[in-house]
């Protein structure tokens, strides 16, 4: 298995700029304008921004999908267009384009021949990734009976079946239902465990809260933001503190003293979990000791703890706070 070395450049962006002209060659649209960007091994880094702002166009700059008009773009220590470089990078656009009269199965096995995998290879790998994203049981089923939901999943296996170094990842929980989703902030965080890189481009800002070490935000082709999540969300102005509940009269003792020291009234409330794990929680009661509750198991462990995720939920204030009261 091939690893990618964490602290490596693995793409590297200089004073890209990408203008799409009409059929006069007049300039019509700059959808990319001097954007700086470095890519490291080993993480999950997000590119955000509106409808419009430079992402798809970005992406598939560094996919070598289209010729950068001016600026320079390193992939891999080498040209995004050149095929070689091509086989160690997986991609899942945002909407996938499958042959509808193949089954995965079949499917993936067309996918692996154009990488050259050897027929042993491709087999046990096929097999791997189907059951990797749940499609086992629809196998043999064809590509166009499956819902959008299941359609993403063979979209991952495929963007996989060549085990790249680098996975870019277009909006990979579309369509999915909670427990999917979950299945793949999972593996995303797996690869990187292994060494990998993946380029993430989601409009769900909790996903990329939950799985992303460093983002950055485009808006009319350049940067506005960059940096690692915690650093950028981070109200250093301000302290959170987490205590047991009190009785009622320690309670307005202390807030008394927090009132005195900040000439402010604190803000109380209960710390609350992220309706993500809620839910994950309230489908394994539900089916308490079936297959579901040992399916859902791995992921409800490594779904955050109610600090982080109340983060990820964007109501990290991080004033002030007893655990009984008001």
Known sequence: MTEQTTGNTVVEVRGLVKVFRDFWRRPKVRAVDGLDLEIRGGE????????????????????????????TIRVLGGNPRDVRNKHAIGYLPEESYLYRYLTPREALH??????????????????????????????????????????????????????????????????????????????????????????????????????????????????????????????PDTVRIRIPSLPEQEMQALLTQLRERTRQEPDVDHPSMALERFFLQTVAQESAG???????????????????ADRRRGARKKEATAGDGS
């Open 44 to 71: 999950v880094f997000g590119l955000l921004g509106p409808n419009g702002s430079g992402k798809s166009t970005t992406l598939k700059l560094i996919l070598g999908l289209l010729h950068p008009s001016a600026g």
């Open 110 to 235: 067309f996918y692996g021949r154009l990488f050259g995998l050897c027929k042993s290879t491709l087999n046990t790998r096929t097999e791997e990734l189907l059951a990797m994203v749940g499609l086992e049981l629809a196998a043999d089923r064809p590509l166009g009976e499956f819902s959008k939901g299941m359609a993403r999943r063979f979209g991952l296996a495929q963007a996989l079946i060549n085990n790249p170094r680098l996975i870019v990842l277009d909006e990979p929980t579309s369509g999915l239902d909670p427990v999917g989703c979950r299945q793949v902030k999972d593996l995303m965080l797996a690869l990187v465990r292994q060494g990998r890189t993946v380029i993430l481009s989601s409009h769900l800002l909790a996903d990329v809260e939950d799985v992303c070490n460093r983002v950055a935000i485009l808006s009319a082709g350049r940067i506005r933001a960059e940096g690692r999540v915690q650093e950028l969300l981070e109200q």
């Open 290 to 308: 079936g297959e579901d509750a040992a399916a859902l198991a791995p992921f409800l462990a490594a779904v955050p703890p109610i600090d982080a």
